[in-house]
C-alpha cells in the first residue's frame, strides 16, 4: 500500500501577518511548522512587563477588528472565546502648542462638532471630507489592498475596473499636505490629517493624497482595545494555531531558505535541512533576501526603494495618573515641516518633536500598580542609516520629552519615571528583523509605491511566498491580516493524503 504523508508549510516568523498565514494554511489541509528567532511570538507585536507595569511594545492603534476575526470564523471557532475587545470613545486626544486641545470622539458627527468649535473650520466641511476619504477608500481596496497587484487577472473584476476608471479622484499626483491644504485653511487641522502619513512611516509632505484614505479606518470605522492589550491578539492567533495543529519552534532561527532546481524545498535552521512542499516568509523581505537566499537573484530595484522610518519609544512606568490623558494622545510639534525633513532628509532627530503617548492603564488597570501609568512615549525617527550618534540623540530626545510633556502637563514628570525601557532603530532591527529598523519596510513617498512593494510570492522561485509589513498591501494589523490572505489564496489547498 502507497502512502504520502500531508503536505507541509513552512512559515518563517511569527508576527501577525505569520501567525495569520500559519492558520490560513491549516484550513488549507496543510502540516505548518512556524520557526521564530525569538522565543516568543508576535514579531512587533509583543509585550513586556517590569516593576508591575506591563507595556504593549509595538503596534498600538487597533482597526478593523473583523480582519482578525475572520481567521476565527474559517476556522469554525468563535473569536470571543480567544480575545476580546472594547470599542473606544473617544479614540485619540490631540494637544497643540498653542494650547488647544481636540478631542476625536468616536462618534464622526461628535468629532467633527468637536474640530469645528476648537478650529475655524466648519463641520460640514469636516464631515465631507470624512464621506469623501470613505468613498475614496471604498473605490481602492479593491484595487490595493484586497488583491495581489502582481497578477493582471486581479485587474479583470468589474469593481477594480471601476478603481482604475476613477483613479483621477483619487488624488495620487498630489501630496497629502497639498490634498489637507486644499481641503482646510486650519494649520492645526491639516496636521491632525497629515499625521495619518506616519501610520505607513511616510512624510504627508512627499507620500501621495492616496493615503488620506486611511483616517476613514480610524474615524469612520472606528478604533478598538482588546481586553488584555494588544497583545492579546498575539495570544489568541498563538492559541488558535496550536488548536489547528499548527507547530511552532521558538528560538529557532532559520538559517536558509532551501532551492532546488528554481524552487523553495524547505529550509535549514540550527545546522539542519529540512524539507517542506512551500514556504512563506514572514520576516522582512530584505532581510528574507539578504540572509536566507544568499544565492538567489534579488530584486534589486525593489529592494533598494527609500525606506519608511522608524522609532523611538521609552517605556515609562510613572507614578502618577493624569486625568487630561486617554488611552491615545498626541503633542504635536510646532514646526511639522522640519521635524519631517529631518527625519527623512537630514536623517536625525528633530527637537520638538510629535509626541505620541499610549496609556493603556486608562482601560486595563491591571497594567500599572494603583495610582500609576503604564507611558509608551513614541516619536517617529529616522531609521539606521549608519548614523555615528544614536547614543547621543537619544538621550538628547529624551530631554526634549521630558521638558515638552512636563510643559504640557504642568507637571514636572522627571521624577515620576520609575523605570524604563527603550526601543530605538537598532534595537528593532535586532530583534525584529526589519531591515534598517525601518518599522514599516518601505516609505510610501512616492505616487507608485504601492506597486513598488514586493509582491506576495517569487516571481522566479517557486513555492516560496512572503507575507507582512514589508510586501504588498504594507504595514498596519489590517493590513498584515490581509497579506496573509493574498499570499495564501495563491498556494493550492494541500492534496489529501492518500493510503
Partial sequence: MNTRAKQTCAVIGAGPAGLAS?????????????????????????????????????????????????????????????????????????????????????????????????????????????????????????????NSLHKVKNYLTKRV?????????????????????????DPRVVQLFNRYATYNGSNPYEAPATLNVIPHLEINLGAYLPHGGMYSITKGLVRLAED???????????????LQQGRATGIRAKGET?????????????????HLLPKAKKPQRTLSQPKSSSAIIFYWGIKHSFEQLGLHNIFFSDNYPAEFDHIFHKKQLYNDPTIYLNITSKYAKEDAPE???????????PHNDGQDNWDEMIAQTRENLIAKLSRHLKTDIRPLIECELIWEPRKIEALTSSAFGAIYGNSSNNKFAAFLRHANFSSSIK?????????????????????????????????????
Fill in 161 to 185: 475596473a471601476r478603481g482604475l476608471w476613477n483613479f483621477g479622484k483619487l488624488e495620487a499626483f498630489r501630496t497629502m499636505d497639498t490634498a489637507n491644504k486644499h481641503h482646510f485653511k
Fill in 371 to 381: 495610582g500609576c501609568e503604564n507611558w509608551f512615549t513614541m516619536i517617529n525617527a
Fill in 22 to 146: 500559519a492558520i490560513r494554511m491549516a484550513n488549507k489541509g496543510y502540516q505548518v511548522t512556524v520557526f521564530e528567532a525569538n522565543a516568543h511570538a508576535g514579531g512587533k507585536l509583543s509585550q513586556s512587563e517590569t516593576n508591575g507595569y506591563r507595556f504593549d511594545m509595538g503596534p498600538s492603534v487597533f482597526t478593523m477588528p473583523s480582519f482578525v476575526d475572520e481567521l476565527y470564523r474559517i476556522s469554525g471557532k468563535n473569536p470571543r472565546d480567544y480575545y476580546d475587545y472594547q470599542p473606544l470613545d473617544p479614540v485619540y486626544r490631540y494637544f497643540y502648542e498653542d494650547g488647544t486641545h481636540i478631542v476625536a470622539y468616536k462618534s464622526p458627527e461628535r468629532f467633527a462638532e468637536e474640530v469645528a468649535t476648537k478650529t475655524t473650520e466648519n463641520k460640514d466641511k469636516i464631515l465631507a471630507y470624512l464621506q469623501d476619504v470613505a468613498y475614496k477608500y471604498n473605490l481602492t481596496a479593491d484595487i490595493f489592498l484586497h
Fill in 274 to 290: 529540512e524539507a517542506f512542499d512551500c514556504v512563506i516568509s514572514n520576516m522582512d523581505v530584505y532581510n528574507t533576501y539578504k
Fill in 244 to 258: 489547528l495543529g499548527v507547530e511552532f519552534r521558538f528560538e529557532t532561527k532559520v538559517e536558509e531558505i532551501v
Fill in 463 to 499: 513555492n516560496l511566498y512572503f507575507c507582512g509589513g514589508s510586501v504588498h498591501p504594507g504595514p498596519s494589523i489590517p493590513l498584515c491580516m490581509l497579506s496573509a490572505k493574498i499570499t495564501t489564496d495563491l498556494i493550492a489547498p494541500a492534496v489529501a493524503a492518500k493510503g
